[in-house]
Every structure is written in structure tokens, then in C-alpha cells.
T-cell receptor, first 111, second 112 residues
Framework: QKEVEQNSGPLSVPEGAIASLNCTYS??????FFWYRQYSGKSPELIMF????GDKEDGRFTAQLNKASQYVSLLIRDSQPSDSATYLC???????????FGQGTTLQVKP | DAMVIQNPRYQVTQFGKPVTLSCSQT?????MYWYQQKSSQAPKLLFH???????NEADTPDNFQSRRPNTSFCFLDIRSPGLGDAAMYLC???????????FGPGTRLLVL
């Protein structure tokens, strides 16, 4: 069964620190990788996607992908209390157009 | 502007009473998805459409059905809701890359 694994947390970091969120996946055929942020009671919001090995930066967010290790991560620099949310990692299921979601990591940024 | 609109945002129904959730998208994209998400769990794919081509996941209960009368609208029907069907129901569509999914605000279903 194809799986996406995340540490459920909570991951607690002080305001201004770097938060590092990690995700591993089992499907070697996956080509697209996504990070969603989900506030409590709200729907998931896409914040990053990455297709190629290496780093992709967007503002305070950096996604990192290592297909050989089947590992994708999200770094949040200068963490703010407003970043406190659950972060869902999602991985494409081959070329089906479907996504496999991890259970999410809860991030708490403390002032 | 919202790309995916879901109504209602909150729905309360009684055990066994049929309920319909609706979704519309403003992008005229041919791909739509329905997910179920329970507390502290990953979204679980129930159905997806590529244009009029309907696909249900192997483990989607028979109690759930979906209709897509046109490109813009999609409905999720729960024929006999049980207490275990209480969840957030999410509709999504894509833009750009096929797998890049954008979610609507969701409908939270409560079953009494």
C-alpha cells in the first residue's frame, strides 16, 4: 500500500526560529510533491509544490526534495505564531492525478 | 476570488436521513474531487471526475454517491448517514498541473 509518513508532532518552536517538517513516501513512481497548511476547522491551503530534486524557495518557505531517499521536507524561516497549523504532505500517485496525503504535522510557534 | 465554493458550510442531519452536499468551481476545469476528512486524519479520497468520467475509490462505502450534472457543479449524496460519517467534506479542483489540487472551504457534517 502506498503511504506517506509524517511525524504527527506537535512540533514546537519559538517565534523567529526555523521550523523543519519532514515527510517520507513509499511510491517511487511519485513525481509531484505538495505541502498544504491547514488551520483548525479550515480546509487545506496549498503553500508549496516541488517536482525536481533539490530546493525550492518561496518567501519564508523552502521545500526540499530527495527522490533517491524518498524524502521531502518543508522549512519555515522566521516562524510566526500565525504559522501555527497542521502541515499536510501530499504526494502524487504515479500519473493517476490523485494525491496521497500524510496525516499531517502540527506546528506550534510560541511567542 | 474563490475557485471552489461549497454549500452549506455546516450541515446537521439526523441518523439515516439523506443529505446532499454541493460544490461548484469557477475555473471550468474538468477535474473535481471529493474527500472526507475526520479529526486529526488525512483527507481520504471518495470520488474524482475527469470531465464526465466518474471514478470512485475501492473503499468508498456504498452509502456515498456522487453526481456531476455539468462541468461547474458536483454533488455528494449520503443516502443513510451514520454517526461515523460525521466529518469535514472537501471538494477540490485542479489548475495548471494535473495534480495541483485546490480545496474549497469544506462542509462540516454533524450527524445526530
Amino acid at each position: 500500500q502506498k503511504e506517506v509518513e509524517q511525524n504527527s508532532g506537535p512540533l514546537s518552536v519559538p517565534e523567529g526560529a526555523i521550523a523543519s517538517l519532514n515527510c517520507t513516501y513509499s511510491d517511487r513512481g511519485s513525481q509531484s510533491f505538495f505541502w498544504y497548511r491547514q488551520y483548525s476547522g479550515k480546509s487545506p491551503e496549498l503553500i508549496m509544490f516541488i517536482y525536481s530534486n533539490g530546493d525550492k524557495e518561496d518567501g519564508r518557505f523552502t521545500a526540499q526534495l530527495n527522490k533517491a531517499s524518498q524524502y521531502v521536507s518543508l522549512l519555515i524561516r522566521d516562524s510566526q505564531p500565525s504559522d501555527s497549523a497542521t502541515y499536510l504532505c501530499a504526494v502524487s500517485e504515479g500519473n493517476t492525478g490523485k494525491l496521497i496525503f500524510g496525516q499531517g504535522t502540527t506546528l506550534q510557534v510560541k511567542p | 476570488d474563490a475557485m471552489v465554493i461549497q454549500n452549506p458550510r455546516y450541515q446537521v442531519t439526523q441518523f439515516g436521513k439523506p443529505v446532499t452536499l454541493s460544490c461548484s468551481q469557477t475555473l471550468n476545469h474538468n477535474v473535481m474531487y471529493w474527500y472526507q476528512q475526520k479529526s486529526s486524519q488525512a483527507p481520504k479520497l471518495l470520488f474524482h471526475y475527469y470531465d464526465k468520467d466518474f471514478n470512485n475509490e475501492a473503499d468508498t462505502p456504498d452509502n456515498f454517491q456522487s453526481r456531476r450534472p455539468n462541468t461547474s457543479f458536483c454533488f455528494l449524496d449520503i443516502r443513510s448517514p451514520g454517526l461515523g460519517d460525521a466529518a469535514m467534506y472537501l471538494c477540490a479542483t485542479t489548475t495548471g498541473g494535473l495534480e495541483t489540487q485546490y480545496f474549497g472551504p469544506g462542509t462540516r457534517l454533524l450527524v445526530l
